[in-house]
């Protein structure tokens, strides 16, 4: 089979949106992407929106068996389709983009276009149960389900940290996240320290509000992430109230998770879905979990999650089910 992966950031990158991305390249495939893409900044934008229109003549008339959109950017995918009929096309949502940008009307006037393209392709991998009962509620395209990944490896941690009461959060700091509520539990709970790891739009503002038990570390490179998830006693996996959230984990619930690190998330349907327990809707649920959790150390609360975690979201095993996806679809 002749198989192209498509995806608007470098190759370098894809790894940090699909963890199961190296062991896909391995299997052999033609990785199709922007030579050059800045994750942060306005080019960022102006790029997405070319990728819709750049991505189908990256591949038409190269006569793929099979075209993996491995990217989740809306419309492109449909377009993919049209240019290149004869080619199965395979589109995984690592979540619904569009919800992220606009709502009210102008979302359900794009929204016809973006289940046009859904309805375009052959096949849809969706990573949550949640996110696939949805678009089937959608679209009559076939719908699978499989994990967002993590790669263990890249966050086995050998060296022991003394447990210190540390709470931490990891990610980029924007405004539209609620991170203020970090702020205010360090208030409530001034025993125990606070790490904000991370850089972005409300990093400024956040370091001028925050208590003195909070630390701000910035960016750090992703290869580093490891030694500083290690010194939590306790995670914090914060997301918007956007409607396009409740179908996603997000890397940071499967970070911790895999490290064993017990982890609070804001709650959401993908998290009532699968029964999780440590969720939080106000600062009180937060504070109630951070003290439960701090206090029940012992009760290996993190262990059990992280069984949970190698076996549904390990990385090998995700690229597996992917190419299985694949071969399938091209073997039509």
Known sequence: MKIALLHRHTAKDIKQTNAAFPYLAKKGMDVLTFKKFNRIGKMKWIKSFLWIIYAPFLVEGKGYDVIYCDDSFPFYAGLVKHFCPKSKVVLRLGDIHLLYYIQGW???????????????????????????????????????????????????????????????FHGTLTKNKGLDIILEAARKLPDYEFVIVGDGEDCERLAKNKPDNVFMSGWIKPEQLKWHLNIADIGLAIRSKNPGNEFVVTSPWLQYGVMGIPCIVSRRRVFEDMDYPYQYSNIHDLVFWINYLIEHKDAKFGEKWQKYILKKHDAKKVAYQIWAILEKEGGK
Do not use: G, Q
């Open 106 to 168: 102008k979302y359900r006037l794009l929204h016809k276009l973006e289940k046009w393209s859904w309805r375009k392709v052959d096949r849809i991998i969706a990573i949550s149960k949640t996110m696939a009962e949805y678009l089937r509620e959608e679209v009559k395209t076939p719908v699978d389900v499989v994990f967002d990944p993590v790669d263990p490896k890249d966050f086995k941690c050998d060296a022991e940290a003394e447990s210190k009461n540390i709470i931490m």
